[in-house]
């Protein structure tokens, strides 16, 4: 297990295109999380899988962002007409069922740059 | 609701010298607590984390925090600092009754010189 792999690693788009942003989670976590953190801010909290149901969304998350995890996998975020205030890391993270999410915390991967021009 | 407060979004220390990252809580019930470390463009690595079993906490690269709720603190320190401890340090805490999410503190981006 290589732990969890985000990729690409680097984006650059140009105002108004979509993007996609894929996680690989550490396989045996069912709990799956987008966070999104802008420059010399904490990570905000986006949206949790819990294998494939998206359970909850933040206020963050506009009807321009989706995100899916087909089949309880991996997941994928897709930002629509892009704006330059996407611009930011978009950081993926993975937790065990349970209990076992407080207790473990989390494992982040390496994040996705997102800059818009 | 839970929340952590980071005081200082900057410090700066000189090598050897001692490492306090101060962060504060306000939880209603007894709170799930972690330290983050980020460096640069990468993701967040688990530092260590309280989950009620000891009020000391050890984690990795001889950092430790201390649980404190007459404080409401969760102070994390390291005696003697080192070059590569510089980088963007995060507090957070888990919210109960929300899927165990973690809300993080705004960060504090520590500096280690000569």
């Known amino acids: 297990d290589t732990g969890v792999s985000q990729n690409p690693r680097h984006k650059i788009t140009k105002r108004g295109q979509n993007v996609t942003f894929r996680c690989d989670p550490i396989s045996e976590h069912n709990r799956l999380y987008w966070y999104r953190q802008t420059l010399g801010q904490g990570p905000e909290f986006l949206t949790y899988?819990?294998?494939?149901?998206?359970?909850?969304k933040s206020r963050l998350l506009s009807d321009r962002f989706s995100a899916e995890r087909p089949k309880g996998s991996f997941s994928t975020l897709e930002i629509q007409r892009t704006e330059q205030g996407d611009s930011a890391m978009y950081l993926c993270?993975?937790?065990?069922?349970?209990?076992?999410?407080?207790?473990?915390?989390?494992?982040f991967g390496s994040g996705t740059r997102l800059t818009v021009v | 609701a839970q929340s952590v407060t980071q005081l200082g979004s900057h410090v700066s220390v000189s090598e050897g010298a001692l490492v306090l990252l101060r962060c504060n809580y306000s939880s209603s019930v007894p709170p799930y607590l972690f330290w983050y470390v980020q460096y640069p463009n990468q993701g967040l690595q688990l530092l260590l984390k309280?989950?009620?079993?000891?009020?000391l906490v050890k984690g990795i690269n001889g950092f430790e925090a201390e649980f404190k709720k007459s404080e409401t603190s969760f102070h994390l320190t390291k005696p003697s600092a080192h070059m590569s401890d510089a980088a963007e340090y995060f507090c957070a805490v888990i919210i109960s009754g929300g899927y165990n999410k973690l809300i993080f503190g705004a960060g504090t981006r520590l500096a280690v010189h000569p």
């Open positions: 993270a993975s937790s065990p069922k349970g209990q076992g999410a407080a207790d473990y915390g989390y494992t």
């Open positions: 309280y989950t009620s079993a000891a009020t």
């Open positions: 899988f819990q294998n494939e149901a998206q359970l909850e």
